[in-house]
Protein backbone atom coordinates (compact mmCIF):
# COMPACT_ATOMS: atom_id res chain seq x y z
CA UNK A 1 0.00 0.00 0.00
CA UNK A 2 1.68 3.30 -0.98
CA UNK A 3 0.56 6.88 0.93
CA UNK A 4 0.80 10.23 -0.24
CA UNK A 5 0.09 13.60 1.71
CA UNK A 6 -0.95 16.80 -0.17
CA UNK A 7 -2.44 20.00 0.94
CA UNK A 8 -5.45 21.33 -1.02
CA UNK A 9 -4.40 24.15 -3.05
CA UNK A 10 -6.07 27.37 -4.05
CA UNK A 11 -5.98 26.20 -7.59
CA UNK A 12 -7.68 23.01 -6.63
CA UNK A 13 -10.73 24.84 -6.25
CA UNK A 14 -13.69 25.73 -8.30
CA UNK A 15 -16.74 29.01 -7.97
CA UNK A 16 -17.54 27.79 -4.73
CA UNK A 17 -14.43 27.66 -2.90
CA UNK A 18 -14.08 23.57 -2.61
CA UNK A 19 -12.17 21.43 -4.43
CA UNK A 20 -13.56 20.66 -8.28
CA UNK A 21 -14.80 16.87 -8.14
CA UNK A 22 -12.52 15.83 -11.60
CA UNK A 23 -9.46 16.92 -9.45
CA UNK A 24 -10.19 14.09 -7.10
CA UNK A 25 -9.19 12.19 -10.04
CA UNK A 26 -5.87 13.95 -10.30
CA UNK A 27 -5.43 12.96 -6.54
CA UNK A 28 -5.70 9.38 -7.29
CA UNK A 29 -3.36 9.20 -10.13
CA UNK A 30 -1.21 10.90 -7.84
CA UNK A 31 -1.74 7.93 -5.77
CA UNK A 32 -1.43 5.51 -8.78
CA UNK A 33 2.09 6.75 -9.73
CA UNK A 34 3.65 6.65 -5.81
CA UNK A 35 2.46 2.90 -5.95
CA UNK A 36 4.73 2.50 -9.35
CA UNK A 37 7.01 4.30 -7.91
CA UNK A 38 7.27 2.09 -4.93
CA UNK A 39 7.03 -1.64 -6.81
CA UNK A 40 9.11 -1.08 -9.74
CA UNK A 41 9.62 -4.57 -10.41
CA UNK A 42 5.63 -5.24 -10.54
CA UNK A 43 5.38 -2.74 -13.45
CA UNK A 44 8.97 -4.54 -15.15
CA UNK A 45 6.76 -8.03 -14.86
CA UNK A 46 3.54 -6.61 -15.91
CA UNK A 47 5.60 -5.60 -19.22
CA UNK A 48 7.14 -8.93 -19.73
CA UNK A 49 3.66 -10.76 -19.59
CA UNK A 50 2.22 -8.32 -22.03
CA UNK A 51 0.08 -6.52 -19.33
CA UNK A 52 -0.27 -3.12 -17.94
CA UNK A 53 -2.43 -1.10 -15.38
CA UNK A 54 -5.33 0.34 -16.98
CA UNK A 55 -8.50 2.10 -15.21
CA UNK A 56 -11.40 0.01 -16.12
CA UNK A 57 -13.95 1.60 -13.74
CA UNK A 58 -14.19 4.66 -11.18
CA UNK A 59 -16.93 5.17 -8.72
CA UNK A 60 -16.16 8.38 -6.04
CA UNK A 61 -18.85 8.61 -3.58
CA UNK A 62 -18.48 12.17 -2.69
CA UNK A 63 -18.74 12.52 1.39
CA UNK A 64 -17.73 15.79 2.14
CA UNK A 65 -16.39 18.85 0.58
CA UNK A 66 -12.58 19.58 0.59
CA UNK A 67 -10.97 23.13 0.82
CA UNK A 68 -8.13 25.26 0.74
CA UNK A 69 -5.36 23.85 3.47
CA UNK A 70 -6.93 21.09 3.67
CA UNK A 71 -4.48 17.57 4.04
CA UNK A 72 -5.74 14.78 2.50
CA UNK A 73 -4.38 11.45 2.43
CA UNK A 74 -4.27 8.98 -0.53
CA UNK A 75 -3.76 5.04 0.31
CA UNK A 76 -3.25 3.01 -3.14
CA UNK A 77 -3.04 -0.86 -3.19
CA UNK A 78 -4.03 -3.71 -5.82
CA UNK A 79 -7.67 -5.12 -5.20
CA UNK A 80 -7.98 -7.29 -8.10
CA UNK A 81 -6.15 -7.97 -11.64
CA UNK A 82 -8.83 -8.88 -14.35
CA UNK A 83 -8.74 -10.27 -17.09
CA UNK A 84 -10.16 -6.56 -19.14
Known sequence: M????MRVRGYH???Y?????ARYLEFM???RWAFFDEHPRLI???HS???AFVVVNLNID?????VQG??????TGIVDVGER
Do not use: I, K, M, P
Open 70 to 75: DDLQVL
Open 2 to 5: SHVS
Open 17 to 21: GHVNN
Open 13 to 15: LDG
Open 29 to 31: EEG
Open 49 to 51: AGR
Open 44 to 46: QQL
Open 62 to 66: YRAAA
